[in-house]
Antibody, heavy 125, light 111 residues
Framework: QLQLQESGPGLVKPSETLSLICTVS??????????WGWIRQPPGKGLECIGS???????YYTSSLKSRVTISVDTSKNQFSLKLSSVTAADTAVYYC?????????????????WGQGTLVTVSS | QSALTQPRSVSGSPGQSVTISCTGS?????????VSWYQQRPGKAPKLMIY???KRPSGVPDRFSGSKSGDTASLTISGLQADDEADYFC???????????FGGGTKLTVL
């Protein structure tokens, strides 16, 4: 059974960089059939996709966060990571990692089928 | 980019059917058959309920069904059960600029 687990600091100071790691177990991050994504949810609000990465390092980022986001992958550790720079209180959210499924023609990723439990990151001094 | 538009809340009695709409544009919902729906209970991660507009993952009851007409997708839950009470989010691929958009979420109350 595939499992994803987020890890990282629960508290980040304003203007600093938020860093999270997602560890994948029960399956290989190097599979050709999936991207690996980050999604966040501010308290009491909806979901926002941050971006996704392929095992080769190819990435998609949502435009509103693109200037501050870096997603990277470490296939040797079966992990991928998120860095979000210059954070403010508006970046306070539960951050989820998830598997992003590619269609048979491997064009663009379409839905998230496995999710981590999520980790709350609070931006505060 | 704007989130997809969903009603804030819907409700129904046990045994009834409810439909949750998700309205986007020709750049997202209307342009791709990659609409998915997620169920989220309080304090839990979202769970995939529908993908590719109409398909159900293994283990999701056939009481859950999806459809799309133009720029609006819909999730219908028939034979409502108390256990269906949760938040529901739609999602669509939206091109390489906006990438993936979620709806604002709909709270389903089973009366």
């Amino acid at each position: 059974q595939l499992q994803l687990q987020e890890s990282g600091p629960g508290l980040v100071k304003p203007s600093e960089t938020l860093s999270l790691i997602c560890t994948v177990s029960g399956g290989s991050i190097s599979s050709r059939n999936y991207y690996w994504g980050w999604i966040r949810q501010p308290p009491g609000k909806g979901l926002e996709c941050i971006g996704s990465i392929y095992y080769s390092g190819s990435t998609y980022y949502t435009s509103s966060l693109k200037s501050r986001v870096t997603i990277s992958v470490d296939t040797s550790k079966n992990q991928f990571s998120l860095k979000l720079s210059s954070v403010t209180a508006a970046d306070t959210a539960v951050y989820y990692c998830a598997r992003h499924v590619l269609p048979d023609d491997h064009t663009v990723p379409k839905h998230f089928d496995y999710w981590g439990q999520g980790t709350l990151v609070t931006v505060s001094s | 980019q704007s989130a997809l538009t969903q009603p804030r809340s819907v409700s129904g009695s046990p045994g009834q059917s409810v439909t949750i709409s998700c309205t986007g544009s020709s750049s997202d919902v209307g342009g791709y058959n990659y609409v998915s729906w997620y169920q989220q209970r309080p304090g839990k991660a979202p769970k995939l309920m529908i993908y590719d507009v109409t398909k159900r993952p293994s283990g999701v009851p056939d009481r859950f069904s999806g459809s799309k007409s133009g720029d609006t997708a819909s999730l219908t839950i028939s034979g409502l059960q108390a256990d269906d009470e949760a938040d529901y989010f739609c999602c669509s691929f939206a091109g390489s600029y906006s990438y993936v958009l979620f709806g604002g979420g709909t709270k389903l109350t089973v009366l």
